[in-house]
Each structure stands twice: as structure tokens, then as C-alpha cells.
């Protein structure tokens, strides 16, 4: 028990009051000095508690309150999927195993935020009427999300570019073969959007290979559009 007493107060002592905190020997500390059970729960799990990282689905974002925060990242070559994150909450992506190769796109209500619908398309090797059958249904006073992963580009017509650039997008027209790129707009914007990002496929710059570094962007969509 005075062991035990003795290893709590050095872990408090040492990390509770640090001139530097350093994850990795705590949790040395905490395999090797002695402890007791208490409530169920050990010593050193109280203090693990105190300093382990919160791993949140989503970033904590501070938007107005007439704005939606929103995440977007797109994949990392074939192996890393992408994830859309909106008002807080992990829509596509993550652990929900919900999304695909090509082009993922999220549809969100724009005013009360209510998440209307989500889809992924392959760009590859898919029919491009799908996607462009999808992005018919959209409408104003809607908001866009759009991740891609692996290959967004590919089965990209003129007529389904032009409507991505009716969404508010001035990377569209140039993308092409397993380029890297996250959007959000609206159809009917009178300027373009402001949230795009794009990394394109170049095998002198490629973190991956054939494929270039995921992209991710945050933002605060204006609630009303």
C-alpha cells in the first residue's frame, strides 16, 4: 500500500506539475512503478485520464451563429478514405464505411442543416449518368459537400463540370486523374466559393506514389444562402 501511495504521489508530482509533459514516459511510469485498485480503477489510469489526448471525430470549430462549421478531407491514395464532417458530426467516412472511390458528395438542407442526402460515384470506372442524375436533384438554398478519393476526374463530362462550376467551383475545369480535391458551395452563388482545395497529381511532388497528398480543409458555411 505505501508503495503504492509512493508511486501516486511521484506521477503527481511529476506530471501534474511538469516543466514539460511527455505522453510516452507517462505511461512508462505507469507500466512499471507499483499500484493499487481503487473504485476499480488504478492509480495511474486517474492520471492517464487527465492527460490522455481527446480524439474528436470532428475538429472543434467556433463558427457565427449563422454559419455551419464543416471538415473535408479527401483520401490518400487507395489506402486512407476520405471523411465529411458537418455541424459537428461525421457524415461520410470515418467508421461508418459509408464512402468510396471517386467523387463522395454530401447534400445538406441549408438553412435548418439537416443532412438530405450523401452518395459516392466512381470516377473510374462507373457511369457518369449517376452522378449526373444525382446532381440534377440539387437545388438552391442547398449546400455541397464533396471529398474525392483515388480518382475523382476521369468520367467527368463538360456538362457535369459546368454544374460543379454552377456550385461555385474554379478548380473544376482543371481537374483531372487522381488529383486531390475538397469543395463546398451551393448551386447559385453569385461569386466563387471560397472553400476549395486542390493538390494535383504530379510525379514530382507525389507523397504517395502514383498519388499526391490528401487535402483537408475546415470552414463556416453561412447558414443561409
Not at 56 to 64: A, E, G, L, M, S
Not at 173 to 199: H, M, N, T, Y
Request: net charge positive.
Amino acid at each position: 500500500m505505501l508503495a503504492a501511495i509512493a508511486a501516486a504521489v511521484y506521477i503527481v508530482r511529476k506530471y501534474c506539475f511538469p516543466t514539460s509533459l511527455f505522453w510516452s514516459e507517462l505511461k512508462k511510469d505507469c507500466s512499471t512503478l507499483p499500484v493499487t485498485i481503487f473504485v476499480n480503477i488504478t492509480i495511474c489510469d486517474k492520471f492517464i485520464c487527465l492527460f490522455k489526448p481527446i480524439r474528436r471525430p470532428c475538429p472543434n470549430q467556433n463558427c457565427p451563429l449563422d454559419h455551419f462549421p464543416f471538415h473535408i478531407r479527401s483520401g490518400a491514395a487507395t489506402a486512407i478514405g476520405p471523411k465529411i464532417c458537418f455541424n459537428g458530426q461525421v457524415v461520410m467516412g470515418g467508421t461508418k464505411s459509408n464512402m468510396g472511390r471517386g467523387l463522395n458528395i454530401v447534400v445538406i438542407e441549408g438553412e435548418t442543416g439537416k443532412v438530405l442526402k450523401y452518395d459516392y460515384f466512381n470516377m473510374y470506372s462507373g457511369n457518369p449518368k449517376e452522378l449526373l442524375n444525382f446532381l440534377k436533384t440539387i437545388v438552391p438554398g442547398n449546400i455541397v459537400l464533396i471529398a474525392s478519393f483515388d480518382d475523382p476526374a476521369t468520367k467527368l463530362t463538360d456538362e457535369i463540370r459546368d454544374i460543379f462550376e454552377g456550385f461555385g467551383s474554379s478548380m473544376i475545369k482543371s481537374l483531372k486523374f487522381r488529383d486531390s480535391w475538397v469543395f463546398a458551395g451551393a448551386p447559385g452563388l453569385e461569386e466563387k466559393s471560397p472553400f476549395e482545395k486542390r493538390i494535383p497529381n504530379d510525379s514530382k511532388t507525389n507523397v504517395y506514389g502514383q498519388w499526391p497528398e490528401l487535402v483537408e480543409m475546415d470552414g463556416c458555411f453561412p447558414r443561409k444562402i
